[in-house]
């Protein structure tokens, strides 16, 4: 399934129909993974000092047992360029500091993982090089023992490597797929921290992220509709389907881990997806994200609500032909005998 998924989306933004092509893109469905960096955890690295007193204690003495139970509950994503063919136009990157790691900065969810920000950063400035129609939002956040120096090294990096495809909240056109591509735009940056953000201008502030912190499918859902009931944010945020276990639920569910935690809760959520639709509307939804994101049609399912936002019913079910990375604003036509372009 993840094959199938990854040929028919990892263009998916270029495949677009005309119409959709000058909606803003927080009006517009996008599939994101939580936690995106979560498949490479070092089980050799100690707990997060943000992390409970008491697990932090146990995790000194009994590491045997502690990070193999944190691995198996904390893993939740695939290689990141497997994510960007997927589809996932969404990263939510959760950076940290090891506290005997020098100046080199990591992810981290519940432990540190081995794979470094910079070289996370340089794969997926590589996949942009090969997809240049396709726009990823980057969520740093979270920033455990973070410096003001290591701040600044972060951002003089984002800047070096993607230079000017940052698309800037400074832009005075509000950012669609047009506007992106006519200036060679493929990278949005929102970083969660405010005094940061106030001091680089291509810096996007933190994105709303809407989250249960429930490992109960039916309360995620209630949660989500609550939020919604209560009015979107203006531009761009996430309805996040991920679960979250607590200690009872570990102790509870002791031949459990989180992969089958989601899965066993994929077709209600998928469920709640399906009926969704995107734009401006108080109810509409912008971006989504799950855990797993290739053990499901997730990525299709999201990408499949932007067509809701077309005019004419008979459009619905033309799937258009992906433009050319030249072609910044041609018409895209259908694959349908006998259609023209939308």
């Not at 969520?139 to 070096?160: A, G, P």
């Not at 995107?278 to 999201?302: A, H």
């Not at 077309?310 to 258009?320: C, E």
Request: charged share 20%; hydrophobic share 35%.
């Amino acid at each position: 399934m993840e094959d199938e998924q990854r040929g028919e989306n990892t263009d998916w933004m270029s495949c677009l129909p005309e119409e959709l092509l000058d909606v803003p893109l927080w009006n517009l469905a996008i599939p994101g993974s939580h936690d995106s960096m979560s498949f490479c955890l070092d089980v050799s690295s100690p707990v997060l000092r943000s992390q409970p007193y008491l697990l932090r204690v146990i995790d000194r003495l009994l590491p045997c047992c502690t990070r193999p139970c944190i691995y198996r509950w904390a893993t939740t994503q695939s290689v990141l360029s497997d994510q960007c063919d997927l589809g996932i136009r969404f990263l939510d990157l959760r950076i940290a500091r090891k506290s005997a790691g020098g100046r080199q900065l990591f992810f981290a969810h519940g432990i540190y993982t081995l794979i470094t920000v910079k070289e996370a950063l340089d794969e997926l400035a590589t996949w942009l090089d090969a997809h240049p129609k396709e726009i990823v939002m980057i969520s740093c956040s979270h920033f455990e023992s973070l410096t003001d120096k290591d701040h600044t090294c972060l951002v003089e990096y984002i800047n070096m490597l993607f230079r000017e495809k940052l698309c800037s909240p400074q832009e005075q056109e509000t950012p669609t797929l047009r506007s992106c591509w006519s200036r060679g735009q493929q990278v949005i940056v929102s970083y969660g921290n405010q005094q940061v953000v106030l001091q680089h201008p291509e810096l996007w502030t933190g994105i709303p992220y809407w989250y249960a912190d429930s490992p109960d499918p039916k309360k995620v859902i209630a949660y989500l509709e609550e939020q919604r009931r209560r009015g979107r944010p203006a531009d761009f945020y996430v309805s996040g389907l991920n679960l979250t276990e607590d200690a009872p639920y570990i102790l509870l569910h002791p031949f459990q881990n989180m992969r089958k935690m989601t899965t066993k809760a994929l077709s209600l959520l998928l469920g709640w997806v399906s009926e969704q639709r995107p734009g401006p509307e108080d109810d509409g939804v912008n971006i989504v994200c799950c855990d797993f994101v290739g053990v499901s049609q997730f990525c299709s399912l999201v990408i499949g609500l932007n067509y809701k936002l077309l005019r004419g019913p008979s459009t619905l079910s033309a799937r258009p032909v992906c433009r050319t990375p030249g072609d910044a604003t041609g018409s895209c036509h259908s694959n349908q005998t006998g259609e023209g372009g939308v």
